[in-house]
Structure formats: C-alpha cells, structure tokens
C-alpha cells in the first residue's frame, strides 16, 4: 500500500512538471515543434506496466480537468506523449468539422477512446 501511494506521489509531481512544459509549448510554439519535444520526452521514459499507465490516464484526466481554462484533449493527448514511451513512438490525431467554431475539432492518440467513425470532417495524423 505505502509503495502504491509513493508511486502516485511521484508519478502526480513527473505530470505537474510536464504539464508546465506542455502548457508553455502548446501557447508559445507550433504544433510540429511541441510534438517533436514532446515525444523526445517519452521515448526517453520507461515503459509503464497496464495498471501504471491506467493511473496515469487518470492522473492526467484529472489535473487537465482542474488547469485554467478546463479540460483541452490537446494538452490530455500531449501530456500522454510526453509520460508514455508508447503513446510518444505513435501518430497524434486531429479531427476537424467544416465550420471551424469552438470544440468543432478534437485532438487524440489513436487507440485510445478514438472517436465514432465519420465524426470529424478530415482527420490527419502529426
């Protein structure tokens, strides 16, 4: 039990970190370039067991859910990338609908909660 609650401690404070660069990244640069930085970061990391990568989708659901301005699936998906050596080797997914308003796209790594087939106007991978 203390083991499981130390893993959380540690692994909490590895996303709040990355979540500063995410944030900075995601605000101040091009998509190709956070990307690139991003995925460096998790090819770097040691591939999580299922139930370490479970908790750690929980984790960032969680925090993305409470950072300014709300839930983004782009910051969800770049922390993933940066955390997961997986997720960091795979393609990043962005879906858009004609019209361009707000949450008219979506941005997810395949595999992961993929959205309905036919949802988004085009799709394309990073």
């Known amino acids: 039990m203390f ?23 995601r ?24 139930a370490q990568a479970a908790a750690r989708r929980r984790l960032i659901e969680w925090v993305d859910a409470r950072t300014p301005g709300g839930a983004n699936c782009y ?20 879906g858009l609908r004609r019209g361009g308003k707000a949450k008219s796209g979506h941005v997810w790594i395949p595999g ?7 949802t988004y106007d085009v799709e394309f991978d990073v």
């Open 3 to 25: 083991r499981t609650a130390a893993v959380t401690s540690v692994e909490a404070a590895r996303v709040l970190w990355t979540l500063l660069r995410v944030e900075i990244g």
């Open 27 to 50: 605000r101040r640069r091009g998509t190709r370039a956070v990307v690139d930085e991003m995925r460096a970061r998790g090819q770097a990391r040691p591939a999580p067991t299922d």
């Open 75 to 94: 910051r969800r998906a770049l922390l993933t990338i940066a955390l997961d050596p997986r997720a960091a080797r795979g393609p990043l997914r962005f």
């Open 112 to 118: 992961s909660g993929d959205p309905r087939p036919g």
